[in-house]
């Protein structure tokens, strides 16, 4: 299948020479076979020589061959052969053999053809040419050989290579210097910086720090075998710190690792992922990454999230919620974090003993699961009448972290079950309760108490009032706050308090003894608050059943 030579054309890096070649394809298409050989070689020749230049100030060798060939045209003498091989020898290596022996032909085709001579140029010949030229010299940029690489190495070594250590610059630093080298120079380069590497052969931390980056950034390069590269330092425990340090300055390098390497990386995060580290970012910006896009890998990344909820960390957090949040999530990857998460805290058998993390309530609130709700309510409740105030203070203060949102989901019992919870923390003295319990007013989780009970309240709600035995320092506040929102309220619980007391309170001396502490709480809130002539004689009626109840 033939070329299309003028596709090739727009492939040539620099205008002034593709004016050239595009004056050679005019005399290929006017049938001009030998014109077009001699005007494609002519571009080539000077289009090498203007790369040799660009490279000149950067190179001592390179140089010294612009001079070189400066001062041969100048004295009007041959330069092209001799151009070809020094930019294919070791020094520069801007050429390999195989592109060497293809230009040196096309000299010799030019030399026939620019000569009287027997030759016959074909056009095939001049299409051979005219793509060789343009192959293997205009539609490359300027490039650099393996001889580079050592030059690049030791520039790292300096204290200012990267003008900042900040990601974006260290990025097009690195792209500037690679843009100049060869392809076959880059997996090269790679291998001796994952040496340096492995070797620790650094002479500074700053070279230490420009390698890693360096390194780092060069992991979206094809053709490199970058895997290969960056696995062995991965497998080397003892360039753990240098492997998060580069995955910080590029998370993106797992895009380009194979399986096992991906899995000894997650590896690697999940023995630091409950601890603060510095790494905070770079480890949510990673393994929320192959959660999203490396499917195969999402069962193992949901057990390393979700495991040990209750004492998720922050960084777990932070991923968990970024993933719920994120747009680009379906649904049903969402939906697998988050059963997996209520799952892993339903089977959790052991007694809450520890403080609860405002972390875990918000992950909880976003997987709107009820079952994992009841038991984290059960849990949290336990720990707010706990006799040990290092748990109830530590609960109290998580607990006033749960968004609103959580208790508008509970019913009557379960609202209830939280608020004498709370009263029974105050009744132990557990300081952080006590301040929170000062008005019970201005907190959500009471005022949504009152709002179902006051107008509900039976002897169920008594019964279970009863069972969390509070003292006169846990009921006083509630009743007092009752009472004042529904002074008729006086009434409700005076006939259950009665009707109570008449079914089964004789037969229950530790009921007796609650209903008793109850009365006298309301006696003393009615003696402080209340003055109506209503509730006088219902505090007349209480004296009785007081005296009653003491005499049990």
């Not at 070797?199 to 890693?212: A, L, V």
């Not at 530590?394 to 208790?407: D, M, V």
Request: net charge negative.
């Amino acid at each position: 299948m033939l070329r299309d030579m003028e596709e090739l054309l727009n492939s040539v890096v620099y205008d002034d020479i593709k004016e050239y070649l595009k004056e050679a394809l005019n005399c290929y298409n006017a049938g001009s076979y030998r014109a077009c050989v001699i005007m494609s070689v002519i571009a080539g020749m000077y289009d090498l020589h203007k790369k040799v230049k660009a490279l000149a100030n950067s190179n001592p060798t390179i140089r010294r061959l612009d001079y070189d060939i400066e001062d041969a045209i100048k004295h009007l003498r041959p330069y092209e052969k001799f151009l070809v091989e020094k930019c294919a020898s070791e020094k520069i290596d801007m050429l390999n053999s195989n592109e060497e022996k293809a230009i040196k032909r096309c000299l010799d085709i030019r030399n026939d053809c620019a000569h009287p001579s027997n030759f016959i140029c074909s056009a095939e010949i001049a299409r051979e040419v005219y793509s060789t030229i343009i192959d293997f010299l205009s539609s490359k940029p300027v490039l650099l050989g393996q001889q580079s690489i050592q030059q690049i190495i030791e520039k790292l070594k300096g204290n200012s290579y990267f003008s900042i250590i900040e990601n974006e610059e260290i990025s097009n630093t690195v792209k500037t210097e690679l843009k100049y080298l060869h392809i076959r120079a880059l997996r090269p380069l790679a291998q001796k910086l994952t040496k340096i590497i492995l070797d620790e052969s650094f002479d500074t931390n700053t070279h230490r720090i420009n390698i890693i980056a360096f390194l780092a950034y060069m992991s979206n390069i094809p053709n490199i075998n970058y895997n290969e590269s960056i696995g062995s330092i991965i497998c080397k425990d003892d360039c753990n710190d240098n492997y998060l340090q580069m995955l910080n300055f590029n998370p993106c390098i797992v895009d380009n690792l194979e399986d096992v390497n991906i899995k000894r990386t997650l590896s690697k995060l999940s023995k630091i992922i409950q601890n603060e580290s510095n790494y905070e970012n770079m480890i949510s910006e990673v393994i929320s990454h192959c959660y999203i896009y490396k499917k195969d890998f999402q069962e193992l990344i949901g057990n390393l999230l979700c495991e040990n909820p209750i004492n998720i960390s922050v960084v777990k957090h932070n991923i968990l919620k970024g993933i719920f949040n994120n747009q680009q999530v379906c649904d049903h990857d969402k939906d697998y974090l988050k059963g997996l998460f209520t799952s892993n805290y339903l089977q959790m058998n052991q007694v809450y003993s520890f403080p609860l993390k405002s972390y875990f309530y918000d992950i909880l609130s976003l997987c709107n699961i009820n079952e994992s709700k009841c038991k984290f309510y059960f849990d949290i409740s336990k720990d707010l009448r706990d006799s040990d105030y290092t748990i109830a203070n530590h609960a109290i203060k998580a607990f006033e972290k749960i968004p609103n949102e959580l208790f508008d989901m509970l019913d009557k019992k379960d609202i209830s079950y939280i608020v004498y919870s709370i009263l029974k923390g105050r009744a132990n003295n557990t300081f952080d309760i006590m301040s929170y319990t000062d008005d019970l007013s201005t907190k959500y989780i009471f005022t949504k108490y009152f709002d179902l009970i006051l107008d509900t309240f039976n002897i169920v709600d008594l019964k279970l009032f009863l069972s969390f035995k509070l003292d006169m320092k846990g009921m006083s506040p509630l009743i007092s706050t009752m009472l004042t929102l529904r002074p008729t309220f006086v009434d409700t619980i005076y006939n259950l308090i009665y009707d109570y007391y008449n079914q089964c309170g004789k037969d229950e001396d530790s009921e007796v003894f609650i209903l008793y502490i109850l009365s006298l709480t309301i006696l003393s809130v009615l003696k402080k608050d209340i003055i109506n002539t209503i509730q006088i004689n219902k505090f007349e009626d209480l004296k009785i059943l007081l005296n009653d109840l003491d005499s049990q």
